[in-house]
């Protein structure tokens, strides 16, 4: 795929990006490049090729969702600086 400067700016605009003359004609080349790539990847055959949601093996790694013992309110918010019926207080944001 061909890409001319007036595209590169075009998109430059489109992100809110200001680009000098040279970064245009660096970019232009770079991005054709890319453009170039995937031009090549669509040429494969993938017929054949099962789609993936991940290239590696993947398995629920999570343990088990078992109840346990835990703090009590008191000993939560026994650790806090200030608390104030039954919450920590903390300062107004607004």
């Known amino acids: 795929m061909a890409l001319s400067e007036k595209d590169v700016q075009y998109v430059a605009k489109l992100?809110?990006?200001?680009v000098t003359e040279q970064e245009v004609a660096k970019y232009t080349q770079q991005l054709g490049n890319i453009l170039g790539y995937i031009e090549e990847m669509g040429k494969l055959d993938t017929a054949n090729v099962e789609p993936l949601t991940h290239p590696l093996d993947m398995k629920n790694v999570f343990r088990e969702d078992v109840v346990?013992?835990?703090?009590?309110?008191?000993?939560?918010?026994?650790n806090g600086p200030e608390v104030q019926s039954g919450h920590f207080k903390v300062p107004k944001i607004m």
């Open 68 to 78: 346990k013992p835990s703090l009590t309110q008191a000993e939560v918010l026994s």
């Open 15 to 18: 992100a809110r990006l200001e």
